[in-house]
T-cell receptor
Framework: KQEVTQIPAALSVPEGENLVLNCSFT??????LQWFRQDPGKGLTSLLL?????REQTSGRLNASLDKSSGRSTLYIAASQPGDSATYLC??????????FGQGTELSVKP | GAVVSQHPSWVICKSGTSVKIECRSL??????MFWYRQFPKQSLMLMAT?????????EQGVEKDKFLINHASLTLSTLTVTSAHPEDSSFYIC????????????FGAGTRLSVL
């Protein structure tokens, strides 16, 4: 059974700092891995999607990497801003097309 | 980008009533839609997979008679919480998978259900 774990559960950093969020999964047989952002009480915003054949994806200040063999992904946020404060969710898409989510990392960027 | 509309965004109801939540894909056809439940400070848990024109597939531990799912068209799936009780209060989120891009799900904005 696929399990997705995110570390840390919560993170507080000063504005401007670069940071890394971690995601690990137990079954490497995935179609893709996706990082989402969720603001309190809101739905999900897709940030980056990495196909199983890819190693990384970049969008603006965000960079996500995927190491399928070791079951790990990282989300790198450069020059963090208070507006980046949110919960970040990692999800893997398994062979059946289902998404399995991690517990999320709650990020707080202090001005 | 693809848009999924979920309605209502927030509903308050009395215990014992039924609540229907709609999930629509606005600019693409979705043969498959998914329904998730999220408790405060927790992640999304898949409740069921809704396939157009057929019965939904429920995850283990989810009562199909409690959470009725209908997917009558390629753009609409509904989740009905029957005889809602306070323990059903939660955040419900749907997603839709593009018929042409099968590994990608697009998410609705979620529905917050509060049962008094």
């Amino acid at each position: 059974k696929q399990e997705v774990t995110q570390i840390p559960a919560a993170l507080s950093v000063p504005e401007g700092e670069n940071l890394v969020l971690n995601c690990s999964f137990t079954d490497s047989a995935i179609y893709n891995l996706q990082w989402f952002r969720q603001d309190p009480g809101k739905g999900l915003t897709s940030l980056l999607l990495i196909q199983s054949s890819q190693r990384e994806q970049t969008s603006g200040r965000l960079n996500a990497s995927l190491d399928k063999s070791s079951g790990r992904s990282t989300l790198y946020i450069a020059a963090s801003q208070p507006g980046d404060s949110a919960t970040y969710l990692c999800a893997v898409c398994n062979q059946g097309g289902k998404l399995i989510f991690g517990q999320g990392t709650e990020l707080s960027v202090k001005p | 980008g693809a848009v999924v509309s979920q309605h209502p965004s927030w509903v308050i109801c009395k215990s014992g009533t039924s609540v229907k939540i709609e999930c629509r894909s606005l600019d693409f056809q979705a043969t498959t839609m998914f329904w998730y439940r999220q408790f405060p400070k927790q992640s999304l848990m898949l409740m069921a997979t809704s396939n157009e024109g057929s019965k939904a597939t429920y995850e283990q531990g989810v009562e199909k008679d409690k959470f009725l799912i209908n997917h009558a068209s390629l753009t609409l799936s509904t989740l009905t919480v029957t005889s809602a009780h306070p323990e059903d209060s939660s955040f419900y989120i749907c997603s839709a998978r593009d018929r042409l891009a099968k590994n990608i799900q697009y998410f609705g904005a979620g529905t917050r259900l509060s049962v008094l």
